[in-house]
């Protein structure tokens, strides 16, 4: 009967201890010291701080619903560039042609310039090749 | 004693076989300008104004100086050579020539080391830059005009 009763003022002792280990209030205030310490706080702006995201983000949808092809890929394009060839800048037929160019020391470069209505041809030697 | 419209006739004659002779058929003058180009300096030693343009509109050197021009009489199928300033050898052979253009063979060569060997079809009047052998100080570049 002794025992019986150290029993149960020990686990009432037991509990009253835990109970106030475990005081809401106090732990609450401790978390949030603990957050506080180490962890950046809300923004002063709140949810405003995500404006410009939402901004860009409409902008994007108004885009998009303008014109849906700028998430597509572009369409093939059947008829390549035109690039104007030699004949067509200085006409028939070429002022210049190179029928043959050999070099012992490097490569060569040949390229043709339109200079004031004067057609100019330069070869280039590269030595040390 | 001759009589007077044999000696015209004579004299003509004469006088047209001197001229075919000193313009044959089959030869073409070429202008050659020589220029040493570097980036030494910023000097502009040119005696045609119309090269400055066109050279700082081609290249990227600094400085342009012109070390000789002389004119080549190319006859046909025959070579013509001249010296280069650092040794170089420039020859030029007149291949063909016909319809306004002419077929020209240019080489460059040191020692036995050939640099260029090329072969032109040029319309007349044309205007080739051929460039790059390298000299002290900067590379050559031989300006050919023809039909000029």
Same mark, same amino acid.
């Given at each position: ?45 709140? $949810?405003?701080?995500?404006? =410009?995201? %939402? &901004? ?19 369409e093939k394009i059947s008829t390549p560039a035109m690039i104007l060839t030699t004949r067509e800048v200085f006409g028939e037929p ?7 160019? $050999?070099?012992?020391?490097? =490569?060569? %470069? &040949?390229?043709q310039k339109h200079y004031e209505k004067h057609p100019i041809t330069i070869i280039w030697i590269f030595s040390g090749g | 004693m001759i009589k007077p419209w044999k000696l015209c006739l004579l004299t003509m004659g004469m006088l047209i076989g001197l001229t075919v ?128």
């Amino acid at each position: 009967m002794a025992n019986g009763r150290n029993n149960d003022e020990i686990k009432r002792l037991y509990q009253d201890y835990v109970a106030k280990e475990l005081d809401r209030s106090r732990l609450l205030q401790e978390k949030d010291d603990f957050l506080k310490a180490y962890f950046a706080g809300w923004p002063l702006l709140g $949810v405003l701080q995500f404006l =410009p995201s %939402l &901004v860009l983000i409409v902008m994007i949808a108004v885009l998009v619903w303008i014109d849906p092809r700028i998430l597509h890929h572009p369409e093939k394009i059947s008829t390549p560039a035109m690039i104007l060839t030699t004949r067509e800048v200085f006409g028939e037929p070429p002022p210049v042609v190179i029928k043959r160019i $050999v070099s012992r020391t490097g =490569p060569t %470069l &040949v390229y043709q310039k339109h200079y004031e209505k004067h057609p100019i041809t330069i070869i280039w030697i590269f030595s040390g090749g | 004693m001759i009589k007077p419209w044999k000696l015209c006739l004579l004299t003509m004659g004469m006088l047209i076989g001197l001229t075919v002779s000193a313009f044959p058929e089959d030869t073409t003058r070429i202008h050659v300008t020589i220029l040493t180009a570097s980036n030494f300096g910023s000097d502009f030693n040119l005696e045609n104004d119309a090269f400055r343009d066109q050279l700082l509109n081609l290249f990227s050197y600094t400085s342009y100086n012109q070390t000789d021009k002389f004119f080549i009489d190319l006859p046909r199928a025959k070579r013509q050579s001249r010296t280069l300033p650092g040794g170089y050898e420039f020859i030029l052979t007149l291949q063909n020539k016909e319809s306004g253009r002419i077929l020209v063979q240019a080489v460059i060569r040191k020692g036995g080391q050939q640099y260029v060997d090329t072969v032109l079809s040029i319309l007349n009047p044309g205007v080739v830059f051929l460039g790059g052998p390298p000299v002290e100080k900067g590379v050559l570049i031989l300006v050919l005009e023809t039909g000029y």
